[in-house]
């Protein structure tokens, strides 16, 4: 009987492996601060834990998919920029997207936006921001597409953009950033634009 059990076992992997699709695409997600790095704060909320929970969902869509999701942190650890980008390259990853959520003085500036810049793969960065900008149909407003100079922008090689997902100094974007809904639907829109990269 145990030996039947054990066979049935081995058959059912060998069935769920071969509808596992390969992974064909390596995308790393920078989950951005982390650990004393808290980024923006409001109250007891930070970007480090919502980045965390987006990236880590994005993480879970792709798990029977073709796009491999590698996270540059899965814990609440401070990542120096250094490391995140020699982690990021060592994985030679197709794209990488580096999550963020954003604050302003003027608590009525609401949105998200994407970043993009480097010089090497500068027009495959652009494309990968406006492909994001696309899919991302969520319940925030746009607030477009921009240039940046950022560290990890210069120092991946690989096509890449920054996603500031929206403000905590904006309440109606707090509540979306913080709920399970808002960020399943920002995961779910991230990792549709790419699957279809
Ligand atoms: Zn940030």
């Known amino acids: 009987m145990k030996t039947l059990l054990n066979l049935l076992g081995v058959a059912l992997l060998i069935i769920t492996l071969s509808f596992t699709p390969s992974k064909t695409k390596t995308v790393v997600i920078d989950v951005s601060h982390g650990g004393h790095d808290h980024g923006q704060q409001e109250h007891s909320i930070t970007e480090k834990d919502i980045a965390l929970q987006v990236a880590q969902k994005l993480q879970e869509l792709s798990q029977n998919s073709s796009v491999e999701i590698i996270l540059t942190r899965d814990s609440d650890a401070f990542v120096s920029l250094k490391d995140r980008s020699a982690f990021i390259n060592k994985q030679k990853p197709h794209y990488m997207l580096s999550l963020h959520t ?3 003085t003027d608590n009525s500036v609401s949105g998200y936006e994407l970043f993009y810049g480097g010089e090497d793969y500068y027009e495959a960065s652009k494309k990968l921001a406006s492909n994001l900008s696309e899919s991302l149909d969520i319940d925030l407003p746009s607030r477009g597409i921009k240039q940046a100079g950022f560290y990890l922008l210069k120092n991946t090689t690989c096509p890449s953009a920054f996603l500031e997902m929206g403000f905590l100094s ?24 790419l699957e279809q990269l």
């Open 102 to 104: 954003n604050g302003h």
């Open 170 to 193: 904006n309440s109606q974007d707090r509540d979306y950033l913080t709920s399970e809904s808002g960020q399943m639907a920002i995961a779910t829109a991230i990792f549709k634009s």
